[in-house]
């Protein structure tokens, strides 16, 4: 405990914010201290059995209003190694199904005293809108197309541990950029540590507008992991085809997917990065997933020391301020 | 020992230079050796080009050639051959088969089959919908593969504007160009001609020119908005080049015509019947005069033919029931001669930078639409003054449904030269092993 203490002092000085809305908000200094503490907590987790209990007496309400396995449980799992009251919100047989307004449920929710609500909505920009009322700490865990901060932490958090380093490094992120939250957050995370970050796939789902993240924009895909240290492939969803961008999951497969053709491209040592669930077969060939160059099962475990880390600092760093 | 031939004394066609010159070309195999001045080769085969006019080989963005599904229309050979005789040395065929060109096998199958055909170069057009349905996009990169070069729905329009958006936007990654057929089908539905006085005095519903115009303005927004790669096929509407013109400059778009669209109008179908029925149909006067315009100014920058042989039987009986198409592919050189040449619209570098330089640039053919040393040995011989007069039951193709029979035409093919081949000497298809 005395570690932690002494680390407030630091706390007070870089970390000014009340909630996890997304990445745009954070300097590079907060992203640092996350991954610092984040770090902290990776190692913690290789301990077994894991005793820590800094937020007992905290309460977390993980409010999913989209399916989720992964980011729910890794949220719930870092919430109770820190020693706080967990629950989860369903929709099914909710209050909201009886009629119940969005609004009043989230308010409901919130006079139960919960310090933490973690939110994950269809809508971009709900997180803001339920930080803007209600009196808990709000970390977003996903809002629609926009972002999804602490999936982008937990990347970075990957890419240090395995690369050693997060700056100045070139990263190919292919697939959906345009319906990606991912893209967007992890996009914006790498480029304010000073890495280069380059969007490709089909054109239809990286369209000009990805631009705007201040990435490139490469084709083909071959040419686009020319150079890249990490590759990062998103989910493709069937929907996606059902709505017209793409023809065929066989032609994705062919043309977009992570395959020997793909891979004979890339640079020595590159590694690979998905955020999950994978399609195994169709972004990335079966036999990738759990290459030795693939951090995907890294990229799972870092997830669960970043939400610690941000639960850490969102409650205990605020105590302070 | 590699085959030479030597074509002396002709008119030289440069249309990449837009330059016409006296001299010899020499073949080597299947590349242009040499092009120049006395050129002597005594082992080469000759032939005496005095008095015509020698140029790379016609390059036909619009042929339908049937396969597979309609043998009994057209097949790869008689449309081959129908090409060979036409002056064409490279022609593409349209995927509107049955089945379609929507999958790569089809394709595949049809490539081989063309390869083994030595009277042209077989190229293919691949659907841009599934079915040629308009509702799903086919997988563009897998029929690349199979080696298609452009991409239609030909013999219909995509009626879905997403579609065709996300369309234009996903086949940029394969650097496929699209031909666009413009035919609004809720608009054209149950028509069979030119909407207008004639279609009411003979009693048929019509195909307005708003059909075409509007779809064709929709798909020009497209193509800027995109930036894809279009070309719209067969315009015969005034308004057409005229919408055209206007924003050409803003984006890589082309188009092209039909022989038929250029010299007939709605006034002569009582006198052709079904075969003048086509699509889109035989307009008027003015359109002729406004296409004619967009040729000369170069809105409209390729010549085609948009052949579209049917068996007897399907031009047969009723107007109504009838095929729509024309069968012209052997004839299109002298009908765009008779149209654009003796009409003073454009001369004769122009008429055939149109058709093969402009054409084969789209297609991204390098090696052809030039007649210069190392480019591909596809030449066509033109007489460009002998006139005969066209004989249907002549034809090489299937395809005999064709208005223009008895017309008195100049600037017939005379020689079709393909990879260094004589496939057609003296408006004969050359068989077997002539050299």
Known sequence: ?321 | MTRRILIRRGTLVLPDRRMLVDGDVLIEGRVIARVGRGISDPQAQSIDASGLLVGPGFVNLHVHFREPGQERKETLETGARAAARGGFTTVLCMPNTSPPLDHPLVVQALRLRARALPFTNILFAGAISRGCQGKEMCDYGLLKEAGVVALSDDGASVDSSRLLYFALQYARYFHLPFILHEEDSELSREGHMHEGEVAFLLGYRGIPRVAEDSRLARDVLLALDTGARVHFTHLSTERSVTILRLFRGQAPLSADVTPHHLLLTVEDIPRFGSLAKVKPPLREKRDIEALKAGIADGTIDILASDHAPHAPEDKEGSFLDAAFGISNLEITVPLYVKALVEDGVVDWIELWRKLSYNPARFLGLENKGVLAEGKDADLTIVDPQTEWEVDVAQFESKGRNCPFQGWSLRGWPVYTIVGGRVVMAERSVVDGEFC
């Open chain 1, 1 to 321: 405990m005395d570690f932690f203490v002494s680390l407030f002092g630091r706390w007070e000085r870089v970390w000014a914010h009340r909630h996890l809305l997304g990445i745009r908000p954070l300097t590079r200094e907060d992203i640092l201290l996350v991954l610092e503490r984040a770090a902290h907590w990776r190692e913690f987790l290789e301990a077994s059995p894991k005793f820590e209990n800094i937020l007992s007496g905290y309460s977390m309400v993980c409010l999913f209003f989209e399916p989720s396995t992964r980011t729910r449980m890794s949220f719930e799992m870092a919430g109770k190694l820190l020693g706080m009251n967990v629950l989860n919100f369903s929709l099914e047989g909710s209050s909201l199904e009886k009629g119940e307004s969005f609004r009043d449920t989230v308010r409901t929710i919130a006079r139960m005293k919960a310090d933490v609500l973690v939110v994950r909505h269809r809508d971009s920009g709900v997180p803001e809108y339920l930080a803007s009322f209600l009196p808990c700490h709000v970390v977003n865990a996903g809002d629609g197309m926009r972002e999804h901060p602490t999936q982008a932490l937990l990347d970075l958090l990957a890419i240090r541990r395995t690369l050693g380093r997060i700056e100045g490094l070139r990263v190919a992120i292919l697939g959906d950029i345009l319906h990606s939250r991912v893209a967007r957050s992890l996009a914006l995370a790498l480029m304010k540590l000073g890495n280069s970050v380059v969007f490709s796939g089909p054109p239809t789902l990286v369209p000009e507008s990805v631009l705007a993240l201040g990435a490139e924009r490469v084709f083909p895909v071959e040419q686009a992991v020319e150079g890249a240290d990490v590759v990062y492939l998103l989910r493709i969803q069937r929907e996606r085809q059902e709505a017209g961008y793409f023809p065929s999951l066989q032609e994705y497969t062919r043309f977009f997917g992570l395959g020997e053709r793909l891979l004979t491209r890339m640079k020595e040592g590159a590694f690979i990065m998905h955020p999950g669930p994978v399609n195994r077969g169709v972004e990335i060939e079966h036999r990738f997933v759990e290459h030795e160059s693939s951090l995907i099962e890294e990229q799972v475990t870092c997830g669960v020391a970043v939400r610690m880390a941000v639960l850490e600092i969102l409650l205990r760093g605020e105590k302070t301020s």
